[in-house]
Antibody
Framework: QITLKESGPTLVKPTQTLTLTCTFS??????????VGWIRQSPGKALEWLAL???????YYSPSLTSRLTITKDTSKNQVVLIMTNMDPVDTATYYCAHRDKARQGFDYWGQGTLVTVSS | SYELTQPPSVSVSPGQTASITCSGD??????ASWYQQRPGQTPLLVIYQDSQRPSGIPERFSGSNSGNTATLTISGTQALDEADYYCQAWDSNAVVFGGGTKLTVL
């Protein structure tokens, strides 16, 4: 059974750096074809992809946010971490991590999401 | 950057067929996925690789992709299918989501 769970601060101040951790079980990110991605959704808005990391440590970022994002993985801890710098109130959103199979090209398992509010 | 365009809303009567489109340049040359998001819930993958259904997804969900348009079709639509639907594709080393379509079952 594959599960993912996001953790991190619920409130950050403008200009601060956000660090989110995705802890998963039921799969290994060292397995061929496996990836974990981050997607966010501002209140009442559409899904927005942020970043993706695959088993060989290939990393991909949203072109509009690439300068602010860093994604890493810790295979031994079954974790993927997303760092987003220079947070702004417009970054207020629910942040999801999700499992991705490279062959299927879909996010087939999602975490419950964590709401991050950016406010002074 | 690549864009996927969806109609903001689609309405359907219970038992009828709903079609939700997703348009993008040469989208038919890429794989399209579809997600269902009911109010207050997390997204659920309902179609991948244009027309494949994950385990547990009802057969009434089907997909196609050709030319510049991918289509999600829901046959025999039920009230519980009322949700937001998002298409997604991969282009130039990036994941792209459409803007979403709100399906209303009247």
């Amino acid at each position: 059974q594959i599960t993912l769970k996001e953790s991190g601060p619920t409130l950050v101040k403008p200009t601060q750096t956000l660090t989110l951790t995705c802890t998963f079980s039921g799969f290994s990110i060292s397995t061929s074809g496996v990836g974990v991605g981050w997607i966010r959704q501002s209140p009442g808005k559409a899904l927005e992809w942020l970043a993706l990391i695959y088993w060989l440590d290939d990393k991909y970022y949203s072109p509009s946010l690439t300068s602010r994002l860093t994604i890493t993985k810790d295979t031994s801890k079954n974790q993927v971490v997303l760092i987003m710098t220079n947070m702004d109130p417009v970054d207020t959103a629910t942040y999801y991590c999700a499992h991705r199979d490279k062959a299927r090209q879909g996010f087939d398992y999602w975490g419950q999401g964590t709401l991050v509010t950016v406010s002074s | 950057s690549y864009e996927l365009t969806q109609p903001p809303s689609v309405s359907v009567s219970p038992g009828q067929t709903a079609s939700i489109t997703c348009s993008g340049d040469k989208l038919g040359e890429k794989y399209a996925s579809w997600y269902q998001q009911r109010p207050g819930q997390t997204p659920l993958l309902v179609i991948y690789q244009d027309s494949q259904r994950p385990s547990g997804i009802p057969e009434r969900f089907s997909g196609s992709n050709s030319g510049n348009t991918a289509t999600l079709t829901i046959s025999g639509t039920q009230a519980l299918d009322e949700a937001d639907y998002y298409c997604q594709a991969w282009d130039s080393n990036a994941v792209v989501f459409g803007g979403g379509t709100k399906l209303t079952v009247l």
